[in-house]
């Protein structure tokens, strides 16, 4: 099943100043890391009982970066907790929903995700994560 809100995504050009900005709101950064099987840099900042994402796309090429290209910085992604990634895209592939992945990736700090596509959640692009155990 589907757990609570893991976080919000945000795509960003720089990452730093990003960070610097969300800071100055009283949000706290647990960490910084570069996801190299996605292309990006991110920076994890708590918000009371969630995370905001801020992405940094480091591949030119990536799907971040031509987010950036043709609709600017902004909200990128929702993201949901799950224990079973597997199960869930298969339990929501047969509800209807359109995978952008059919098989989980590596994430940040060990975790697996998965995205869903945003037509089939209008326009939201859903992210399935899964923390290591």
Known sequence: MIGPAH?????????DSAIERYRALGLVLDY?????A??????????????????EPVDPSGAVARFLAKRGEGLHHVAF???DIAGE?????????????????PGARG??????????????LIELVQEPT
């Open 89 to 105: 895209l298969a339990r929501l592939e047969k509800e209807g929903f359109e995978l952008v992945d059919r098989v989980p990736r």
């Open 111 to 124: 975790s697996t995700v998965a995205f869903l596509q945003p037509r089939s959640a209008h326009g939201v």
């Open 7 to 15: 976080h919000v995504g945000i795509a960003v050009q720089r990452l």
């Open 32 to 36: 910084a890391e570069e996801v190299p």
């Open 38 to 55: 996605a292309g990006v840099r991110v920076a994890f900042l708590r918000a009371g009982g969630i995370h905001i994402e801020l992405v």
């Open 81 to 83: 907790a799950t224990h």
